[in-house]
Nanobody, 127 residues
């Protein structure tokens, strides 16, 4: 079972930036790691994901150009840099992992393709 722990959430003003980090247990190159979010009353949705083997990435249309996913092999973390934040970005953010990474990326990181999840971290964008 993959262990995942998110950190970095908090309160930020609209237009501000925040960096989330997902610390994970050791993964093979066949995995994908994704960031997802869930707002109250809404379904969990993909934000971004990355294939561990080749660093291919996917972004949802709602965050493309504002969020950047990156992987630090030495630290075993996957970070999500969020800029130009909007109130509609407010949600609990989760990281998740599963394999096979290339197929998961082809399927645009569907939430149902991920079986290991972290506990989540709250992001609130408000003035």
């Amino acid at each position: 079972q993959v262990q995942l722990v998110e950190s970095g959430g908090g309160l930020v003003q609209p237009g501000g930036s925040l960096r989330l980090s997902c610390a994970h247990s050791r993964l093979s190159l066949n995995y994908a790691i994704g960031w997802f979010r869930q707002a109250p009353g809404k379904e969990r949705e993909v934000v971004s994901c990355i294939s561990v083997g080749n660093d291919n990435t996917y972004y949802s249309d709602s965050v493309k150009g504002r969020f950047t996913i990156s992987r630090d092999r030495a630290q075993s973390t996957v970070d999500l840099q969020m800029t130009s934040l909007k109130p509609e970005d407010s949600a609990v953010y989760y990281c998740a992992a599963d394999y096979p990474g290339p197929l998961i990326l082809e399927r645009l990181c569907d939430v149902d393709d991920f079986g290991s999840w972290g506990q989540g971290t709250q992001v609130t964008v408000s003035s």
